[in-house]
Every structure is written in structure tokens, then in C-alpha cells.
């Protein structure tokens, strides 16, 4: 954030403002870590401010503190409405453009409110009246810390703050293996827990919830994946039956795409989960190196991401979804080759 973007934050923070904070739609644990930081820190600087989910978010993300005072718009809808409607200020942390938002896009659109963005995907929508981008950043939750730091309050992050900062740091890195981790984002979470983050109970917290029939699903997943040697590629296929069958609940399919890339050689892994209450099938892309899945998934699939984390949709059934996506690795044969 330059100068005078912090400036014009300031000045926005100086007066009492009624503010809701957005992550995206399906939100994990960077978009609720870091709403929910932000919605600490604005409370103990005696804001107002709410933070309203699109939807609802996994079980595992429900231990992080004061998590239940998120409004999730499809189950609180006129709470939620309400905030929205009379906000002076909105933040939008972990998107760049309205649409991830389902059904609050509309709404969002219309609104007269003040808009601050703090994110980390590429191609930024213009809709903020203060925009603070940076696609080399691991999370938005580091960004969050950044943005705290930026105003001057750093000693004012309690442990509750560090341990939402702390989970969505982590969750978004990989647990701090991904290329994006740098050694700023180390010495963040170091002082994160000086600050009181309980770096070892947010792991179990967030980690250690397998239910029997989660793992019975991967089972099936891990069974059910087809590698490409070719192509250095492996792709998973999960369909709503075979979700029925071992109960699946949000968040139960949470890394299942990372394990492709486990396999040595493969450059990109791929899981399409058919959701037959939506009719489309939702896409996961993982790559290792430089082939942009954020490319890949925005072409084909409109979806985008990051480089080597990104997702997308189809509208097709789920065989021709994967029949359509082999067909295209032809053309970047090459590039996984490289
Ligand atoms: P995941 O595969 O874990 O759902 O998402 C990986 C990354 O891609 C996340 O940063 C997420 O925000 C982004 N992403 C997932 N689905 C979509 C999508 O449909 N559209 C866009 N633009 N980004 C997505
Ligand atoms: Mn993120």
C-alpha cells in the first residue's frame, strides 16, 4: 500500500463507520482468517463492523475464535441483508472481482459504501476506492499483518488476531511449503506467536477433524486417479454418488488435489467433483513450476487462481468434463514437459 493509501485509511478509520467485511464465496481458511483478524482488529479499535459469508464454511474452520459472530448470508439473510444495506465501508479480503461472491454480487454492486480490497489473486477488478494488490504476498492473511503494520498498530495484535493470521497463512501455504512462502512470511508467523498464536492447536484444530467416512472418500479418490505420464499430469474424479455414499459434508475434499502432485514427475494434478444441486462440475488445479494454472483454469474453465493453485467450473457432465480436458493437454505438452 503506498502512502496515501494508508492515509486515506486513516481517515476513513479516525471517524466511526459501520463496516462488513466479505470473504469469497465457499470461504477457506485464508478468507476466514482473515476477515475474522480484521474484524478483531477493528472491534478493539471500537469500530462497528460485521463480517458476512456468501455461504457457510467447513467445520474445521469453526473453532477459530469468535467465528460465530459471522453472518452467513444464506442462513442469517436479513441480519445479514441489514449490515450490507446500511454499511459505510465494506472490505472485500482473499477476491478481486464481485462475481466470487455468488449471490452477494448484486448487492455489492449496488452499494453506496466506501470499499477497501485486500487480496493476492491476479487481475484485480477497478471496483475499490482504496485497492491493496499484491499477487506475490503467500495469503491475505499476511497481507492483514502488513496492513495493521501499515497503520502503525502492529503491537495491537492480540492472540486471537495471531491465531486467525496464523491459520490462514498456513492453509494457504501449504503449511508453509509452497513457493509463495518467503522468509518475511517466516518471521510474520514467528511473531505471530510471540504474540500468542497457539501454533500447535490451530494444526490439530484445523488438521486432525478426519471423520471415517472423509477417509473412506479419499480412498475413493486416490482410487478413482488417473495419471497422464505423458502429459506429467493426474487428475481425480469424484462423483456425487460416490460423495453421497461416504457422506460428504463442505470442506470433506479439502487438499484431495494436492496428492498428484505427490507423485514424482507430475507437474499438474487436477480433481473435478461433480455438484449436482449446482449442475456443474467444480475443478481444482495444482501445479509444480511454471505452468500457470491461473491461465489454464481463466481459458478454459472460467475460473482463475494463482499460478500453481487455482480452480474453475464446467457445466458439462462430469466424463465429458475430463474428456474435454484431456483433449486440450495436447497443446501444452510441451509446457508440463519443460
Ligand atoms: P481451490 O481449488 O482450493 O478451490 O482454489 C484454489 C485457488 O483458486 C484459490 O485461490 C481460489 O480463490 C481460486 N479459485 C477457485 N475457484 C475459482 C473460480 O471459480 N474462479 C476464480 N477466479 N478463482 C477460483
Ligand atoms: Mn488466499
Request: charged share 25%; net charge negative; hydrophobic share 35%.
Amino acid at each position: 500500500m503506498n502512502l496515501a493509501d494508508i492515509k486515506a485509511v486513516e481517515k476513513l478509520l479516525s471517524l466511526p463507520q459501520k463496516i462488513v467485511i466479505i470473504p469469497h464465496k465457499n470461504p477457506d481458511g485464508d478468507a476466514i482468517g482473515s476477515t475474522l483478524a480484521l474484524w478483531h482488529y477493528l472491534k478493539n479499535r471500537q469500530q462497528k463492523a460485521t463480517v458476512v459469508s456468501p455461504n457457510d464454511y467447513p467445520k474445521f474452520l469453526k473453532w477459530m475464535p469468535e467465528n460465530e459472530t459471522i453472518l452467513n448470508f444464506e442462513s442469517k439473510n436479513s441480519q445479514a441483508l441489514a449490515a450490507l444495506q446500511e454499511a459505510s465501508l465494506i472490505f472485500t479480503l482473499d477476491f478481486n472481482h464481485f462475481a466470487r461472491t455468488g449471490q452477494l454480487a448484486p448487492l455489492l454492486e449496488a452499494s453506496q459504501a466506501k470499499f477497501i480490497m485486500i487480496d493476492h489473486h491476479q487481475a484485480p477488478d477497478d471496483y475499490a476506492d482504496i485497492t491493496y494488490s499484491d499477487v506475490s504476498m503467500s495469503s491475505t492473511c499476511e497481507m492483514v499483518y502488513n496492513f495493521i503494520e501499515f497503520l502503525g498498530d502492529i503491537d495491537s495484535i492480540t492472540p486471537e488476531i495471531a491465531d486467525c493470521i496464523y491459520t490462514g497463512i498456513m492453509t494457504d501455504t501449504g503449511s508453509f511449503k509452497f513457493s509463495s512462502t518467503t522468509s518475511r512470511t517466516h518471521r510474520i508467523v514467528a511473531d505471530l506467536i510471540d504474540k500468542g498464536a497457539n501454533n500447535t492447536k490451530i494444526h490439530t484444530k484445523t488438521y486432525n477433524t478426519n471423520s471415517p467416512s472423509r477417509l473412506h472418500l479419499l480412498g475413493t479418490a486416490l482410487k478413482n486417479m488417473v495419471i497422464l505420464e505423458a502429459y506429467r499430469t493426474a487428475y481425480i474424479t469424484l462423483s456425487q454418488e460416490e460423495l453421497d455414499t461416504y457422506e460428504y459434508k463442505k470442506g470433506d475434499t479439502e487438499g484431495f488435489v494436492n496428492y498428484g502432485l505427490t507423485l514424482e514427475g507430475i507437474r499438474l494434478a487436477v480433481i473435478f467433483i461433480e455438484n449436482k444441486e449446482e449442475g456443474i462440475i467444480k475443478i481444482s488445479f495444482r501445479s509444480e513450476g511454471d505452468f500457470s494454472v491461473n491461465e489454464f483454469a481463466r481459458k478454459h474453465f472460467n475460473g482463475g487462481g494463482h499460478d500453481n493453485a487455482a480452480g474453475g467450473r464446467s457445466d458439462v457432465s462430469i466424463e465429458e468434463t475430463a474428456k474435454y480436458f484431456i483433449s486440450l493437454l495436447e497443446n501444452y505438452k510441451d509446457k508440463l514437459n519443460a
